[in-house]
């Protein structure tokens, strides 16, 4: 069967247990006892228990047309979300174009970079993200989402043109001109005029 394993030793007797049961050997004689919180599982068939609240052994027939017009109605909410992502982001990207700040260095031009690839992109790829979508709404859900990232390019266009980096004067083309004298400058808070 299997083994004893000696678990303590007391004096001259030493302690065994097995299965639950705890076998004392003292001068060759051992004297076996057995708890009451064991259990012998191995001749114990286990016990036919009762279903939870609620459940139905018999399958539950679903009618066909049901289910479809259930996948429709969610096929239809998807494509809305995803035609409506580019304007969900838009307040996002604007809260993070502001921290970025109007400084010409890395971080701001990595920003604005980012916030003019992303929607070109998506707009490049409009044909394949929506090749699944039909039905009567997808002409506006795509109208939706190419609006949605051209206001994404508006947004960084602009951010472009606060930091300086648009060519918006006539002196920025031609050498000949004189650049763009600014009317006042804003310290702080107060407004200096020169």
Sequence with gaps: MGSFIP????????????????????ADRRVAKKFKWTMDFSSRKPPELASPPGFS???IQVPVEAQHQGDHH???K???????GPLKQLPMNA???????NSISIFPIMMVGMMLIR??????TTQATFRMIEGSQSLLQKLVYILGNLACVGLGLYKCQSMGLL?????????FLEPQERLEHSYGGIVYRT
């Design 7 to 26: 678990s303590v030793a007391l004096g001259a007797s030493l302690v065994y247990l097995y299965r639950g049961e705890m076998s004392v050997n003292t």
């Design 167 to 175: 060519p918006t004067h006539a002196s920025d083309w031609l050498a």
């Design 119 to 124: 929607p070109v992109k998506a707009l490049m």
């Design 57 to 59: 052994t018999t399958p």
């Design 74 to 76: 969610l096929i239809v």
């Design 78 to 84: 998807r494509s809305w979300d995803l035609a409506l």
């Design 95 to 101: 809260f993070i174009l502001y921290m970025a700040g």
